[in-house]
C-alpha cells in the first residue's frame, strides 16, 4: 500500500516537484543572475563617501507621487543601485537609482522577466496568497514522499553501500530503478530539508511558536503601535533613520529600509550582521518616524534558542548558512527530483508494460486452450 501512494504521488505531482526544483536551484543564485543579466539596473560608478540617500529618496516620491513607497533595498555592493519597492493599485514597482548621480537606470514590474517568473512560480505557484499556501500543502507532499521513499528503499546500514552501487550486468529496467533508489538514498536529506523549510517559511507563525515552545526564548514580538504623533512635526530623513537604528546595533548593517503605511506604524529597519546566514539579516529596530526613538529592537545575535533556529529556515533552504559550497549543494540538490521522476516513471512504465504483456500472453493461451477443446 505504501509503495502504491508512494508512487502515484511521485506520478500525479513528480512534474511540479520537478520545475520546483529546477526553478529553485536557479533562484539560489538569482541576486549574481539578476545583477549579470541585468546590469543596467545595478551596475553604477562607486564613489567614495555615503550613498546620498535622502536626495535619491525625494527624487523617486516627487516623481512617483501617486505611488506608495514601500521598501528600500539599500546596496550590497558599492558599485551597486538603490532598489526602491513603491505600490500602486496592489501592482509592486521597482525602480533604480544611481545613489550619487542620482540617475534613474530603470523601472520594472516585481515579477517581470525570467528570474521574476521563476520566483514567482517557486513562491506563489503563480497564484499570490493561494499560491503560496498551496505551496507549502505540497512542500508537507513532498516530505512524505521522501520519508515512504526512504522507509521503501533503506536496506539497513551493513547493506547501505551494496544498495548504493548501481549492476551492470541486470536489465536496464533494474538499473534504472538502482540509479532511482541510490539517488533518493544520497539526497534525502537535503530534499527533506528543503521540504521543511519550505513548508516553515509558508506557515511560519504555527512553526515559529512551536520552535520557541519547544527551544525556548522569548517571541519576536509585532512593532509597537506609535500613539502619541504630533501633527506638525515632519518624519525625519531616511538617512537618519537609519543611522539610528545603526546606532542601537553596532556592527550591523542596514539591508532594508521598510517605510509606515500609516501614521501609528513605525519605520522599520533590517540589519545583517557579519556572520549572520541570512542575506538580509534578521535584526531589527523599529523607530519613531518623527524621532529615531528606538521603539522595538530585535537583536538576532542575543534572541533565544527557538528564534535563532527559526531565523535559520531561509538560510538553510538556499544554501547560504554554508557558504558558496552549501549553495552549490542546494543547487545540485534541485536537479534531484527530475533524475527522480523520470527514472521512477520509466521504471513504473516499463514495470506496467511487462505485466500487461505477461497478461496478455496468458490470455492468448487460454483463449488457444478453450479453442482446441
Not at 500613539?227 to 512635526?233: H, L
Request: net charge neutral.
Amino acid at each position: 500500500m505504501l509503495q502504491k501512494i508512494h508512487l502515484w504521488i511521485g506520478v500525479a505531482i513528480g512534474v511540479f516537484f520537478s520545475f520546483s526544483g529546477i526553478s529553485g536551484s536557479i533562484l539560489v543564485f538569482d541576486d549574481e543572475l539578476d545583477t549579470y543579466f541585468n546590469s543596467n539596473l545595478w551596475q553604477v560608478a562607486s564613489q567614495s563617501g555615503p550613498i546620498q540617500l535622502d536626495e535619491a529618496t525625494h527624487k523617486i516620491t516627487t516623481e512617483f507621487s501617486k505611488h506608495n513607497l514601500s521598501f528600500i533595498r539599500l546596496p550590497r555592493e558599492s558599485n551597486h543601485s538603490i532598489e526602491y519597492w513603491l505600490s500602486k493599485n496592489d501592482v509592486i514597482t521597482n525602480i533604480y537609482v544611481d545613489p550619487w548621480k542620482l540617475n534613474i537606470l530603470g523601472i520594472r514590474e516585481e515579477h517581470s522577466g525570467l528570474l521574476g517568473f521563476l520566483h514567482d512560480f517557486h513562491v506563489h505557484l503563480l497564484s499570490s496568497d493561494e499560491g503560496l499556501l498551496i505551496n507549502g500543502l505540497l512542500g508537507l507532499i513532498l516530505l512524505f514522499t521522501v520519508l515512504t521513499g526512504l522507509w521503501l528503499a533503506w536496506p539497513g546500514w551493513c547493506k547501505l553501500g551494496q544498495a548504493l552501487r548501481i549492476p551492470h550486468k541486470t536489465s536496464r529496467v533494474a538499473r534504472w530503478f538502482a540509479l532511482h533508489r541510490s539517488i533518493g538514498l544520497i539526497s534525502m536529506v537535503f530534499l527533506a530539508s528543503a521540504a521543511i523549510t519550505g513548508a516553515a517559511m509558508v506557515f511560519y507563525k504555527p512553526t515559529n511558536a512551536a520552535l520557541i515552545k519547544l527551544f525556548g526564548g522569548p517571541t519576536l514580538s509585532d512593532p509597537p503601535v506609535i500613539e502619541s504623533i504630533e501633527p506638525n512635526m515632519l518624519p525625519l530623513p531616511p538617512s537618519k533613520l537609519l543611522q539610528a537604528a545603526e546606532s542601537y546595533l553596532p556592527g550591523a548593517k542596514a539591508t532594508w529600509l521598510s517605510f509606515p503605511g500609516r501614521p501609528e506604524i513605525p519605520f522599520i529597519v533590517r540589519l545583517k550582521f557579519p556572520d549572520d546566514a541570512h542575506p538580509n539579516g534578521t535584526s531589527y529596530v523599529a523607530l519613531h518616524p518623527e524621532t529615531g526613538e528606538a521603539l522595538m529592537i530585535h537583536n538576532s545575535e542575543y534572541s533565544g534558542l527557538g528564534q535563532q533556529i527559526a531565523d535559520m529556515k531561509y538560510p538553510l533552504h538556499i544554501g547560504t548558512i554554508a557558504g558558496i559550497s552549501g549553495r552549490i549543494v542546494i543547487f545540485i540538490s534541485g536537479l534531484v527530483p527530475v533524475i527522480l521522476f523520470i527514472t521512477g516513471v520509466y521504471t513504473w512504465w516499463c514495470r506496467r508494460k511487462k505485466t500487461q504483456l505477461k497478461l496478455d500472453k496468458n490470455q492468448t493461451n487460454f483463449n488457444r486452450a478453450n479453442s482446441c477443446d
